[in-house]
Each structure stands twice: as C-alpha cells, then as structure tokens.
C-alpha cells in the first residue's frame, strides 16, 4: 500500500491567493482527517470526516477555511483566501478503526 | 484524553534499547495508551497502542504497569533511524479521534 498521498508537497503563494490541497486515503479506511502544524501550537486537528462524512469542523480556524470529501478515495481542504498566519505544514489522515495513519504532509508558505 | 507526561529528550546508543516512560496517572479504564514518533521534517507514525495487556509488535514494545498509571515504549535495537519525537497519548480510540499530541520526548539515537 502506497500510505497516504498528499498534494502538493510544498505550496508557496501570495497573500490572498487561493490554495487548495489534496488527500488520498488508505483505500479501506473510513476516518480522514486534517491537521496542521506549527511551532507556535503544535499539531492541531482542523476537521474529521467518517464514511465522507463531516463529523467535527470544529478546528476549522475560521470560514476562510473549507474541507470535502466527495468520496472515500480523496478529499481536499481549500484556504480563501490565503493570509500568512496560515502557513504552517497540513497533514492529512486516514484510520481503519483506532490508529491513524499520516501522510508527508503540505507545508505551505504564505507570502 | 488523560494528561501525559514525558521526558523533554533522551538519548540512547545505537544498537541498544531504548526506553521511553511516560506517565498517565488520570487514565480511564477505556482508554489505551497510544505511541506515535515523528522524524524530523515528516508526518507522524503509528508505533503501538495497548490497553491493559503488554504488546509487541514489528517496531516497538510497549510495557504497561499493571495499574495502568505508566507505560513504557521499548525500542529493542534502536538504529540512528529512530531518532525522532515519540509522543505517548491516552484516547479511547474509534469515536474519540481527537488526538492530542503534546510536546512528546526527543529522543537521539547517537553512534
């Protein structure tokens, strides 16, 4: 199994721009969530989906901020617009049941 | 999720054991302890979780007092490959995804 595959793996763009970033899953798994992380907070989770589900957004920083899941096989979280407090490295997730298995992670850069 | 503790750092010879403690004295009787590491520049890794029982697997051992109040993770040969954060987290898994990783123990493996 290739694990999680994130897209892109770095991101740079200009304040206000739009940024979108991609998941695929661990095909059999039915959790998918997305963290950030920074040196300031650490590794924070922004939303979790079960079964393509949203089932808690509530670590979504502000409205700015959006995450899909239009099928078991991929999701993307979307930044618009992008502000440079948001770069930070994105980590997607998936999980059969109890263990969550990470992928490389997008670090983005906000200029 | 019950408060952990963790050393800040340790370090550990190459080709020996290395033991992380980490302390959960306000664990519940359905949470499981969960290991996770994560090397620099990557995403983090599922190692091990256990709930009363010891458990072993490919990667790690994980020692777990008979009170549940401490575990101890187990590298049984740790290579300079090891070298990373190892955060040790009590959650009760399936339903309760929120994971929360605090600063974790870097552990450095030197030759």
């Known amino acids: 199994d290739a694990g999680v595959i994130q897209s892109p793996r770095h991101e740079v763009t200009e304040m206000g721009q739009e940024v979108t970033l991609r998941c695929k899953p661990i095909?059999?798994?039915?959790?998918l969530f997305w963290y950030r992380q920074t040196m300031m907070r650490g590794l924070e989770l922004l939303i979790y989906?079960?079964?393509?589900?949203?089932?808690?957004d509530s670590g979504m920083p502000e409205d700015r901020f959006s995450a899909k899941m239009p099928n078991a096989s991929f999701s993307t979280l979307k930044i618009q617009p992008s502000e440079p407090r948001d770069s930070a490295v994105y980590f997607c997730?998936?999980?059969?049941?109890?263990?969550?298995?990470f992928g490389p992670g997008t670090r983005l850069t906000v200029t | 999720d019950a408060k952990t503790t963790q050393p800040t750092s340790m370090d550990c010879a190459e080709g020996r054991a290395a033991n992380l403690p980490c302390n959960h004295s306000?664990?519940?009787?359905?949470?499981?302890v969960y290991w996770y590491r994560q090397i620099h520049s990557q995403g983090p890794q599922y190692i091990i979780h256990?709930?009363?029982n010891n458990e072993t697997n490919e990667m790690a051992s994980l020692i777990i007092t008979e009170d549940r109040k401490s575990s101890t993770l187990i590298l049984p040969h740790a290579t300079l490959r090891d070298t990373a954060v190892y955060y040790c987290?009590?959650?009760?898994?399936?339903?309760?995804?929120?994971?929360?990783f605090g600063k974790g123990t870097l552990l450095t493996v030197n030759p």
């Open positions: 997730a998936s999980s059969p049941a109890y263990e969550q298995y």
């Open positions: 256990g709930l009363k």
């Open positions: 987290i009590a959650n009760s898994g399936g339903s309760n995804y929120k994971l929360t």
């Open positions: 989906f079960n079964n393509n589900v949203p089932i808690d």
């Open positions: 095909s059999g798994h039915n959790s």
């Open positions: 306000t664990i519940s009787g359905n949470e499981y």
